[in-house]
């Protein structure tokens, strides 16, 4: 149990590093001209935001849509990252720990 979590934690610090970076990046070059500064700032402003806002998207307390969204003012390649974490988080990782789950449901079981 312990090491699925560290694993999605590890996989939203990595991915929250390069969009934080990108995001800062972007906002320090077009401050000016970007439409949603502020939404790009409250969803990828600092690392802590970052990873907040991954979480939401693969638990679904925020649409992946709107974070996508705001990305693609930023890169394509962003974008392209964002779904590749979505996808690998939600399909990948998430059925890992569900089955780490019934495993241990299952061994449990198996005692009494």
Not at 3 to 13: E, K, R, V, Y
Not at 14 to 38: I, K, M, P
Not at 90 to 112: D, H, I
């Amino acid at each position: 149990l312990v090491w699925s979590l560290l694993l999605i934690t590890f996989i939203m610090f990595c991915v929250g590093v390069f969009f934080t970076q990108n995001a800062a990046e972007y906002l320090q070059q077009n401050a000016d001209e970007h439409s949603d500064a502020e939404g790009l700032k409250k969803a990828f402003g600092s690392l802590l935001r970052s990873m907040y806002s991954l979480f939401m998207a693969i638990s679904a307390g925020r649409n992946w849509g709107e974070l996508s969204n705001l990305l693609l003012e930023v890169s394509p390649l962003a974008v392209s990252i964002f779904i590749g974490y979505v996808a690998v988080s939600v399909l990948g990782v998430m059925n890992v720990v569900t089955s780490v789950y019934v495993e241990s449901a299952m061994q449990s079981t198996a005692y009494y």
